[in-house]
C-alpha cells in the first residue's frame, strides 16, 4: 500500500476549514519543500474537471485565505509510520487561469512559519540597547526576535508568536549593533557562526514558538543510519579527492620592513610527511597583527582552509530500513560510505512531490 497524503486547510484564526486528498474532490497535485534554517516553500495545485460547474470549482477552492494554514500530513501503513505532519506552510498567493483547452487551475502558494520573523525589522537605534548586544548566541538571537516581534514587542507583536526560553546555547560574540535590518536576516547572520539552528514551529491552532536547537536542529543517528552501495539506499554516488590547492606550510608575515619584518612559519607536518613533495607553501600578510599569537592564529586559519578537498555526494534511496520521516529526520546526521571512504552528512533539506501519476521525495545532503 503506497503512503496516504492529506492537506489540512486552516482560517487564520486557526479554525479547520477543510482535509482535502488527492481524490476527485480534492487536489490535482503539490509540492513542497523543507530546509534547515529556511522558511521552506509549498505548491499546491487544482484543475476544475471536466463535467464540473465554475461554481463548484470555485466553492471547492474557496477555503484558502492569505495567511491561513495549510499542513501536509502523511501516513504509510505498510511501512509503520502513522499520520504525522510533513511540513506546516502559510498561504500567501493563489494563481488562477483558464487554459486553450478551456479548462481552469489553481495554484496556491507560500513559505513556512519562519516567514513570519521576516516580517519584522529591527526598529531600534543604534547603540540602544534594543539594537546593540553581545553574549551566547542563543540569547542574543531570542532578544532580538522577543523584543521586535514577540510577546513584548508591544504593538508590533505578532499574534500568537511566543519565544522558547532561554537554555544558554550557543557560542558567544559580539557585540552586534543591527538597526533597521529585517529581523530574519539579523538571526540568520549571527546563527552562522553561533554553533545552532532555528526555527518557527506550529504549536496549536495559529499559535508558533520560536526556537533555537543546539548544535545541530536534529538528532546524531550517525551510528544507526548508514547509506552504502550494499544496503540498497544510495544512488549514484561521487567521491572526490583533490589535493589541487592544498597548502601545508604557511609563511606569515606581521610588522616591520626588511629584514626586520616578523615572520611565522605554521606548517602541518603530518600532511608534509604524506608525501616527499608534501610542503605546499603559501604566504599570508598580517601587517595588522602586533603580537606572535596573532600570526599564529591566521596561519593556522590559512592551514585549515588548504586541506585536501574531500567529498562524498549520493542520492539517498528510500528503502524499508531507512525512511525519511521514521529512520531519520530534518537536521539529522547520518553516514555515507563509498569506495572505502566514510563522511558525516547532515539532512539539510527535502522535497515531496505528488501527483495523481507519481510521486517522489527528493532529500538533500550536505557536509556536517
Known sequence: MPEIWQVRVKAQD?????????????FTGFSFNKTVNSPGSFLLYFMRRASEEMADFLTRTAIFEADGQVEFWRAWPEMDIDWQVEGEYLALAMRMYSTVEGGMMLYVSGRGPLDLIGRRIV????????????????AVIKEYVEEQAGPTAGARALPGLTVQPDAGGGIAGGPWAKQFQNLLDVVQEIR?????????????????????????????????VLFALGRGNMGQPELNLSHLDETTAVLVGGQGEGAARQLVWRTDPVR??????????????????????????????????GTPKEALTFVPLQVPGTLLGKHYFLGDLVTGSYAGYTATKHVHSYTYSWSQEAQDVTVELTDA
Do not use: H
Open 272 to 305: 608534509m610527511a604524506q608525501s616527499p613533495w608534501g610542503r605546499r607553501e603559501r604566504w599570508r600578510d598580517a601587517r595588522q597583527e602586533a603580537d606572535v599569537a596573532g600570526l599564529d592564529a591566521l596561519g593556522d586559519a590559512y592551514l585549515v582552509e
Open 14 to 26: 486557526g479554525s479547520l476549514a477543510g482535509v482535502l486528498t488527492g481524490q476527485e474532490d480534492g
Open 123 to 138: 526598529e531600534s537605534c543604534t547603540d540602544s540597547a534594543g539594537a546593540r548586544k553581545t553574549g551566547l548566541a542563543e
Open 192 to 224: 552562522q557562526t553561533g554553533g545552532g539552528d532555528i526555527d518557527v514551529v506550529g504549536t496549536g491552532p495559529a499559535t508558533y514558538e520560536f526556537r533555537w536547537y543546539e548544535g545541530q536542529r536534529g538528532a546524531d543517528r550517525t551510528a544507526n
